[in-house]
């Protein structure tokens, strides 16, 4: 048995996990220090669309399991529902050492990612380097502040499930088995299949790659022996996972991710998955990815308004104008990013980090340069999306599972796993066998690629039109300062990239490390986390933190206030634009027509489609014009909608005596042959007297009409509804 030396093989950990919490806490600090939490936005959201939800297991400790508060109701499994994962929560609770959540997953990040780089055999203190950039990169600290936790509680593990991986097929086949079940259950229960679809296309090249080599060295046996092994680890990891993802596949083919019953047979959306102009609504542009290597590429963040800057030259063009009016409206036309979407964050690498991969590509073994190039450049052309419809369209259409996932942008996390995982091995490599004459060659090309491009962006950015579709139509003396401001942003981040990545190269081609190992090490960790946490504090501000008491964002409001004295059982319709599928804060208080989340149904979907949005247009139109007769408005008195709120603080409020209630008789059917006919048919109908009944499916049944029939809903609760009816015919 090998004698552990505490320098050389604990030590080293010690000082991992110091460094990891010094940087967390560092980097959080509000959280930590000055008793607040983060602003998020999805998660403010969630809280509204849950409250009903945490309500009613507060009062009674049991599920609901069907959220009433919002889209007229929709089953809860992926809003709120506590599933018996207690023991996979205890393990993750241990490994974040009592983190509070969400921050406790960036830590997480930096933990799984240095297990990963030790399991490749890289030594501790270039795998802290390697963690810090893979847990600190944009797109991690981006994602925390828009709420997105369980997507990067899922990224976060990804990188433990990959080093179970290796190890088994590196020939610790029990450690690999017992650390694979257990990243795996980890992963799955953050409930971001997006997330583990990607992973599982990382495992799949790695997998390819591995046994192209096991063949060569004629040993296909092992890799089957391995293989087999690692079933069984990923089967009983997926039973600690088996609740959620039974009634998340079973409330799947209902959802709009579902089959379309309006959809033409021939079509996708027939055979279920979202539609491709859904799907592809965020694609990266073909020179996004540039933004890995220079955050500043397309100007930055397109919520970053050049007009807030009183040093740029647009803020000073706009002052000189002489013409308030215009400089007003030519304010909305100054955000610094001129690339092809119309919302984006940059999602940055770092600088020293994608050199770093070059150096991988020029000094690791061959076998991780195939798997984590290919992985890498799989993950940009899957961000791409629309901009590459030859590739993506083909996925979409043919690869299983592929056209469940919209934000394929998000498929860039593919390739922010690959680059500091190349990069390390590439380096721990180098400095393995040192720096010979043709080793200086392959560095000296590695460096010149990639510092030489930020070398001719910083020459020539001037080539560049630095104008978003349709801007160039603008008045010039404005597009000129705007151009202006734009390319002095990429130059200067050219020149920023570049300095890293020349410090980086001089203390790796100087052999720092053998003469001074602490300061080289140190620097590297001090260099790399500087490069990127200065471009996330572009994002991540003191303004992403709050008072955990403050609770203004679901203050109640006057016509909160007036609708809550009524005790009937109703529903309110936010009728502001976008409101339908962007906001949730009307669930908080009320049964909401609309409500926010990425997986409606579909039925629920396309009667908004077809007949609320022509309606509430309709509306919207009568009420400006003075009439305020809800009687023609058959869908929204359908679903209930006693109460009309608008304005900019959702005060404005107007009753709607109208409303069907929550359940009534009605007088006469209408018989159609096809879903679309009976979409149609129900966009027409008075609903109040008539319903619609598709014959092809139900059999249309004998009723009669009392006069003065009633039915009222006695008692309601989200897993009970209790009517009352009184009726002298069999009334429908």
Same mark, same amino acid.
């Given at each position: 048995m090998k004698k552990i030396n505490f320098t050389q093989h604990v030590l080293p950990h010690i000082i991992a996990i110091a460094v990891f919490l010094i940087v967390t806490l560092f980097f959080f600090n509000p959280v930590f220090f000055d008793n607040k939490s983060l602003i998020q936005g999805d998660i403010q959201q969630w809280e509204g669309s849950s409250k009903a939800l945490r309500d009613y297991r507060d009062q009674t400790g049991e599920e609901g399991l069907w959220v009433e508060t919002m889209f007229s109701g929709m089953p809860? *499994?992926?809003?709120?529902?506590?599933?018996?994962?207690?023991?996979?929560?205890?393990?993750?609770?241990?490994?974040? $050492?009592?983190?509070?959540?969400?921050?406790?997953?960036?830590?997480?990040?930096?933990?799984?990612?240095?297990?990963?780089?030790?399991?490749?055999?890289?030594?501790?203190?270039?795998?802290?380097?390697?963690?810090?950039?893979?847990?600190?990169?944009? *797109?991690?600290?981006?994602?925390?502040?828009?709420? &997105?936790?369980?997507r990067i509680g899922a990224i976060a593990f990804m990188p433990l499930v990959m080093a179970g991986i290796h190890l088994a097929y590196s020939g610790k086949r029990l450690l690999g088995f017992a650390v694979t079940m257990t990243a795996m259950a980890l992963e799955l229960k953050e409930n971001h299949l997006q997330i583990t679809y990607y992973l599982m296309i990382i495992v799949l090249i790695y997998g390819l790659v591995q046994l192209i080599y096991f063949i060569r060295e004629k040993k296909v046996a092992e890799f089957v022996k391995t293989t087999a092994l690692l079933i069984p680890a990923v089967v009983i990891a997926a039973g600690t996972f088996i609740g959620q993802l039974w009634g998340v596949t079973e409330y799947g083919a209902y959802t709009i991710r579902g089959k379309s019953e309006l959809a033409p047979p021939d079509s996708p959306e027939a055979g279920g998955g979202l539609g491709k102009a859904y799907a592809f609504d965020a694609s990266n542009g073909i020179w996004e990815p540039m933004m890995l290597l220079i955050p500043n590429y397309y100007g930055g963040s397109a919520t970053n308004f050049l007009v807030q800057d009183e040093n740029s030259k647009v803020y000073r063009a706009l002052m000189n104008s002489g013409d308030q009016q215009m400089a007003n409206q030519l304010a909305r036309y100054t955000s610094a990013y001129w690339g092809p979407?119309?919302?984006?964050?940059?999602? *940055?690498?770092?600088?020293?980090?994608?050199?770093?991969?070059?150096?991988?590509?020029?000094?690791? @073994?061959?076998?991780?340069?195939?798997?984590?190039?290919?992985?890498? $450049?799989?993950?940009?052309?899957?961000?791409?999306?629309?901009?590459?419809? !030859? /590739?993506?369209?083909?996925?979409?259409? &043919?690869?299983?599972? /592929?056209?469940?996932?919209?934000?394929?942008?998000?498929?860039?996390?593919?390739?922010?796993?690959?680059?500091?995982?190349?990069?390390?091995?590439?380096?721990?490599?180098?400095? @393995? !066998?040192?720096?010979?004459?043709?080793?200086?060659?392959?560095?000296?090309?590695?460096?010149?690629?990639?510092?030489?491009?930020?070398?001719?962006?910083?020459?020539?950015?001037?080539?560049?039109? /630095?104008?978003?579709e349709g801007q160039s139509q603008l008045p010039a003396w404005f597009t000129s300062a705007l151009a202006d401001d734009r390319e002095g942003l990429l130059?200067?981040?050219?020149?920023?990239?570049?300095?890293?990545?020349?410090?980086?190269?001089?203390?790796?081609?100087?052999?720092?490390?053998?003469?001074?190992?602490?300061? /080289?090490?140190?620097?590297?960790?001090?260099?790399?986390?500087?490069?990127?946490?200065? $471009?996330?504090?572009?994002?991540?501000?003191?303004?992403? *933190?709050?008072?955990?008491?403050?609770?203004?964002?679901?203050?109640?409001?006057?016509?909160?206030?007036e609708i809550l004295k009524d005790k009937t059982h109703h529903r309110v319709y936010n009728i502001e634009p976008g409101a339908f599928t962007s906001e949730a804060r009307t669930s908080y208080f009320h049964n909401s027509l609309g409500g926010y989340h990425g997986a409606k149904l579909r039925r629920y979907q396309d009667l908004y489609d077809s007949c609320l949005f022509n309606e509430t247009n309709e509306l919207i139109t009568n009420l400006q014009a003075g009439n305020a007769d809800f009687q023609t408005y058959g869908v929204i008195n359908m679903l209930n909608a006693k109460y009309i709120v608008f304005g900019p603080g959702r005060d404005n409020i107007i009753p709607n005596a109208s409303a069907n209630g929550p359940a009534w008789f009605v007088r006469d059917v209408v018989t159609v042959n096809t879903p679309a006919e009976e979409l149609k048919k129900v966009c027409e109908i008075n609903t109040r007297s008539t319903a619609v009944i598709n014959s092809a499916k139900f059999k249309v049944p004998e009723f009669g009409i009392d006069s003065l029939c009633t039915i009222q809903l006695k008692e309601h609760r989200p897993n009970f509804l209790k009517y009352e009816s009184q009726s002298t015919a069999n009334g429908l």
């Amino acid at each position: 048995m090998k004698k552990i030396n505490f320098t050389q093989h604990v030590l080293p950990h010690i000082i991992a996990i110091a460094v990891f919490l010094i940087v967390t806490l560092f980097f959080f600090n509000p959280v930590f220090f000055d008793n607040k939490s983060l602003i998020q936005g999805d998660i403010q959201q969630w809280e509204g669309s849950s409250k009903a939800l945490r309500d009613y297991r507060d009062q009674t400790g049991e599920e609901g399991l069907w959220v009433e508060t919002m889209f007229s109701g929709m089953p809860a *499994y992926l809003v709120n529902v506590i599933w018996s994962t207690g023991p996979v929560s205890y393990v993750k609770r241990v490994l974040a $050492v009592g983190l509070p959540h969400p921050v406790a997953n960036i830590y997480l990040s930096f933990i799984c990612f240095y297990i990963l780089l030790l399991a490749f055999r890289v030594r501790p203190y270039l795998a802290i380097a390697g963690a810090l950039a893979f847990g600190l990169s944009s *797109y991690m600290i981006i994602g925390l502040s828009a709420g &997105h936790n369980a997507r990067i509680g899922a990224i976060a593990f990804m990188p433990l499930v990959m080093a179970g991986i290796h190890l088994a097929y590196s020939g610790k086949r029990l450690l690999g088995f017992a650390v694979t079940m257990t990243a795996m259950a980890l992963e799955l229960k953050e409930n971001h299949l997006q997330i583990t679809y990607y992973l599982m296309i990382i495992v799949l090249i790695y997998g390819l790659v591995q046994l192209i080599y096991f063949i060569r060295e004629k040993k296909v046996a092992e890799f089957v022996k391995t293989t087999a092994l690692l079933i069984p680890a990923v089967v009983i990891a997926a039973g600690t996972f088996i609740g959620q993802l039974w009634g998340v596949t079973e409330y799947g083919a209902y959802t709009i991710r579902g089959k379309s019953e309006l959809a033409p047979p021939d079509s996708p959306e027939a055979g279920g998955g979202l539609g491709k102009a859904y799907a592809f609504d965020a694609s990266n542009g073909i020179w996004e990815p540039m933004m890995l290597l220079i955050p500043n590429y397309y100007g930055g963040s397109a919520t970053n308004f050049l007009v807030q800057d009183e040093n740029s030259k647009v803020y000073r063009a706009l002052m000189n104008s002489g013409d308030q009016q215009m400089a007003n409206q030519l304010a909305r036309y100054t955000s610094a990013y001129w690339g092809p979407q119309d919302y984006t964050v940059p999602y *940055y690498a770092g600088a020293i980090i994608v050199f770093l991969f070059a150096v991988g590509i020029a000094f690791a @073994e061959k076998k991780y340069v195939w798997w984590l190039v290919s992985a890498a $450049v799989f993950g940009i052309m899957i961000s791409w999306g629309s901009s590459f419809e !030859s /590739f993506n369209y083909f996925l979409f259409d &043919h690869v299983p599972g /592929f056209n469940k996932f919209r934000s394929v942008t998000f498929a860039i996390i593919i390739t922010l796993f690959a680059l500091p995982l190349l990069g390390m091995l590439g380096l721990e490599r180098l400095i @393995e !066998s040192g720096l010979n004459k043709t080793d200086r060659k392959k560095f000296f090309i590695a460096a010149g690629f990639t510092g030489g491009i930020c070398l001719l962006l910083l020459l020539f950015a001037g080539m560049f039109s /630095f104008m978003k579709e349709g801007q160039s139509q603008l008045p010039a003396w404005f597009t000129s300062a705007l151009a202006d401001d734009r390319e002095g942003l990429l130059r200067s981040d050219a020149f920023r990239s570049l300095a890293f990545i020349v410090i980086a190269g001089l203390l790796i081609y100087f052999n720092v490390w053998k003469k001074m190992p602490v300061l /080289f090490y140190a620097g590297m960790i001090g260099l790399i986390t500087l490069d990127i946490a200065v $471009v996330d504090s572009r994002y991540f501000t003191k303004d992403n *933190y709050q008072r955990k008491r403050d609770k203004t964002y679901f203050a109640p409001t006057q016509a909160d206030q007036e609708i809550l004295k009524d005790k009937t059982h109703h529903r309110v319709y936010n009728i502001e634009p976008g409101a339908f599928t962007s906001e949730a804060r009307t669930s908080y208080f009320h049964n909401s027509l609309g409500g926010y989340h990425g997986a409606k149904l579909r039925r629920y979907q396309d009667l908004y489609d077809s007949c609320l949005f022509n309606e509430t247009n309709e509306l919207i139109t009568n009420l400006q014009a003075g009439n305020a007769d809800f009687q023609t408005y058959g869908v929204i008195n359908m679903l209930n909608a006693k109460y009309i709120v608008f304005g900019p603080g959702r005060d404005n409020i107007i009753p709607n005596a109208s409303a069907n209630g929550p359940a009534w008789f009605v007088r006469d059917v209408v018989t159609v042959n096809t879903p679309a006919e009976e979409l149609k048919k129900v966009c027409e109908i008075n609903t109040r007297s008539t319903a619609v009944i598709n014959s092809a499916k139900f059999k249309v049944p004998e009723f009669g009409i009392d006069s003065l029939c009633t039915i009222q809903l006695k008692e309601h609760r989200p897993n009970f509804l209790k009517y009352e009816s009184q009726s002298t015919a069999n009334g429908l």
